[in-house]
């Protein structure tokens, strides 16, 4: 077989990846994304009535960042995240697993 004819198999970029159980973010940098709770009226009326919490976040942070900040952080687990670029920052909005996920976290945080 010549050098021409041989076939090297594609790179598997998914096995660089890392996996779920392993946790490349630290505390510091999850400090970085999230910049701070952000509570208005309308944002309370989400913890009550949508299980969602917001939060200004860094305008380059990802949502899959977001929601491993959030778990290191907080030690919550985030199901979904939506976020909006606003004259205030980078917003995001996370909805919890748990039914009262939001609602305890804003409590230990002292926001309700």
Same mark, same amino acid.
């Given at each position: 077989?010549? $050098?021409? #004819? ?6 598997? #970029? ?17 400090? #970085? ?8 009226? $309308? ?14 976040? #860094?305008?380059?942070?990802? !949502? ?26 980078? !917003? ?21």
């Amino acid at each position: 077989m010549s $050098k021409d #004819s041989q076939v090297t198999p594609p790179k598997n #970029s998914a096995a660089a990846a890392p996996t779920k159980a392993e946790s490349t973010m630290t505390a510091q940098q999850a400090t #970085s994304l999230i910049i701070a709770p952000y509570v208005t009226e $309308k944002t309370f009326n989400q913890i009550e009535k949508e299980n969602k919490l917001a939060f200004i976040v #860094s305008e380059k942070a990802s !949502k899959k960042e977001i929601i491993e900040a959030i778990r290191i952080l907080y030690e919550s687990e985030v199901d979904e995240v939506n976020t909006a670029r606003t004259i205030r920052g980078k !917003k995001a909005f996370a909805k919890f697993k748990s039914r009262e996920g939001a609602r305890e976290l804003a409590t230990k945080l002292g926001l309700v």
